[in-house]
Structure formats: C-alpha cells, structure tokens
C-alpha cells in the first residue's frame, strides 16, 4: 500500500511569491494549452478532410517552448517542471472526457484551486524541504524519514500553503473486527445510523457558522471590489469556508477509519444521497 503525506507548508514572504509565481505560470499553461487544444477540436469537426492532430502533453510543450515562453519571461522565473506537469493533466483530462469518464476540462481561474507540481532535486528534512527553484520551506509538521520523493504537489487553499507527496510502500494492517458484517444506514438528522444500533450525529458545522458567515458576507457588501479592504474581507470568508469544510472532512474521516477498523465488510444502501439531502421535502 502507497501511502500519501500532506502538510501545511510554513514559507517566508519572499517563499510566498515565489510559490504563488509558480502556481500562476501552472495555470497560465493550462489555460493556453485548453485554449490550443479546443481550437484544433473546433477546426476538425468543420473540415473533417483536413483535420490536424490532436497534440499529446509532449506535443503541447514543444509549442509551449516555441511559440509561449519566449513572449513571456516570468516564465524563466520558475522551475520548467511547474507548467510541464500542468500540461501532462490537461492531456489526461482530455483522455478522460474521451473516454466519457468525465466532461471538457475548464479554464482555471486565477486564486481558485490553485496548484502545481514539482520534481528534481528534493530533499526531505527533520521539519523542512527543499524544492527547486525555491529552496529549503519550513513545515508545521514533522516530515517522514528517510524518504526522497521524485515528485510534490503544493496547492493553496485560501491564504494557507499545503504539500503532498507518497511517502512510502506500506503493508496493508489487519485489525481485529468487533462485527464481521455491519450495515450503515445514511440520514439526514444524523450522519449515519450502523446496524449495531450507534448513531453518528452529522458536524453540521454549516449551521454553526452560518450566522458568522452571512455577518462577514453583510459587511462585505458595499465594498470597492478589489480594493485592499474588499481582499482582505474576501480573504476572511474564504478562511471561515475552509473551516466549515474541514470539520466536515474531520467527521468524515472519523466515521470511516471506525468502519475500517472495526468491522470486516460493510453494507450500505443503494442511494442518491446527495440527491436526497438537496430534496427539501
């Protein structure tokens, strides 16, 4: 079993620039390269006699290197492998809409998911890494030993900077079960409800909020957008959405690391719960 490892990345101001310049020349590649990619689509379905090859993620940043890099120099400003990788999902985002796994890819926006990747020279210490191009980056965490992974992926979620990577080959651990065979029955007053008879209320952590929520919102409503007072507001909201959703994970993974753990095969309905729960009746 391959484990995964995130933390939350603890960078300087001038580490923070540079994150973000790396994360905006990602997104900058995808949505080039989803713009060149959705342009050839159109030309071949209007002249299928002559009709141009779809370009694989090879392909894209050969273009990317001929026709993008040299009109724009921040790109030398950060590490190659950032819209490299940028471009390898964009083409796997187009195998999966091929395949009907999923739909078209989307241009991203600037602030929201934001992400990139990066491989090379990186190493692992007590409680820091180094990246290229960027160096050694403090984390909040103590990170695992004795380990160099080939390849980080950072993401931003509001103001906060985040790191993930596999962090090593793990046997899978058998624990004894309490109840072979359990069945788990998802509510709407309460998360859920196990054939055993325990009952795991939901985080409602919308509802707790909700009232601090719509306050932020209020006094947000008259502001100049994009001026310094309208981003730092926005900014507050977007950290007290991020609370709301990691309670709400939290819970989660509470409920099923206890299944795991505890119970040997577990039975649950066949159901559209998302469904039901937007069903107001």
């Given at each position: 079993?391959?484990?995964?490892?995130?933390?939350?990345?603890?960078?300087?101001?001038?580490?923070?620039?540079?994150?973000?310049?790396?994360?905006?020349?990602?997104?900058?590649?995808?949505?080039?390269?989803?713009?060149?990619?959705?342009?050839?689509?159109?030309?071949?379905?209007?002249n299928p006699d002559s009709k141009l090859k779809f370009?694989?993620?090879?392909?894209?940043?050969?273009?990317?290197?001929?026709?993008?890099k040299p009109k724009n120099f921040w790109y030398y400003?950060?590490?190659?492998?950032?819209?490299?990788?940028?471009?390898?999902?964009?083409?796997?985002?187009?195998?999966?809409?091929?395949?009907?796994?999923?739909?078209?890819?989307?241009?991203?926006?600037?602030?929201?998911?934001?992400?990139?990747?990066?491989?090379?020279?990186?190493?692992?210490?007590?409680?820091?890494?180094?990246?290229?191009?960027?160096?050694?980056?403090?984390?909040?965490?103590?990170?695992?030993?004795?380990?160099?992974?080939?390849s980080v992926t950072i993401s931003r979620v509001s103001?906060?900077?985040?790191?993930?990577?596999?962090?090593?080959?793990?046997?899978?651990?058998?624990?004894?079960?309490?109840?072979?065979?359990?069945?788990?029955?998802?509510?709407?007053?309460?998360?859920?409800?196990?054939?055993?008879?325990?009952?795991?209320?939901?985080?409602?952590?919308?509802?707790?909020?909700?009232?601090?929520?719509?306050?932020?919102?209020?006094?947000?409503?008259?502001?100049?957008?994009?001026?310094?007072?309208?981003?730092?507001?926005?900014?507050?909201?977007?950290?007290?959405?991020?609370?709301?959703?990691?309670?709400?994970?939290?819970?989660?993974?509470?409920?099923?690391?206890?299944?795991?753990?505890?119970?040997?095969?577990?039975?649950?309905?066949?159901?559209?719960?998302?469904?039901?729960?937007?069903?107001?009746?």
């Amino acid at each position: 079993m391959l484990l995964g490892f995130k933390s939350e990345l603890h960078p300087t101001n001038k580490q923070k620039t540079l994150l973000a310049k790396h994360a905006g020349v990602a997104r900058h590649a995808w949505n080039w390269g989803l713009w060149l990619t959705r342009n050839i689509l159109a030309h071949n379905s209007h002249n299928p006699d002559s009709k141009l090859k779809f370009p694989t993620a090879i392909d894209l940043h050969k273009l990317l290197v001929a026709m993008v890099k040299p009109k724009n120099f921040w790109y030398y400003e950060v590490s190659k492998t950032s819209p490299q990788y940028a471009l390898r999902y964009l083409s796997l985002a187009w195998k999966r809409c091929f395949t009907k796994v999923s739909g078209q890819p989307r241009f991203k926006k600037k602030g929201k998911d934001d992400s990139f990747t990066l491989d090379g020279s990186i190493s692992v210490g007590f409680n820091q890494i180094k990246l290229p191009r960027i160096g050694w980056i403090k984390t909040y965490e103590i990170l695992p030993d004795n380990i160099n992974p080939k390849s980080v992926t950072i993401s931003r979620v509001s103001d906060r900077w985040f790191i993930s990577f596999n962090s090593r080959e793990k046997e899978t651990q058998i624990t004894e079960k309490s109840v072979d065979v359990v069945g788990v029955d998802l509510g709407i007053k309460s998360l859920a409800t196990l054939s055993t008879g325990e009952v795991f209320p939901g985080a409602k952590s919308y509802r707790k909020l909700e009232a601090k929520l719509s306050r932020l919102q209020y006094l947000n409503r008259h502001k100049v957008k994009f001026s310094n007072n309208w981003k730092k507001a926005q900014l507050k909201i977007a950290r007290l959405h991020n609370r709301i959703a990691d309670i709400r994970k939290d819970t989660l993974h509470k409920l099923t690391t206890y299944l795991a753990k505890n119970h040997g095969i577990i039975v649950i309905e066949d159901l559209n719960v998302s469904g039901m729960m937007a069903n107001h009746k």
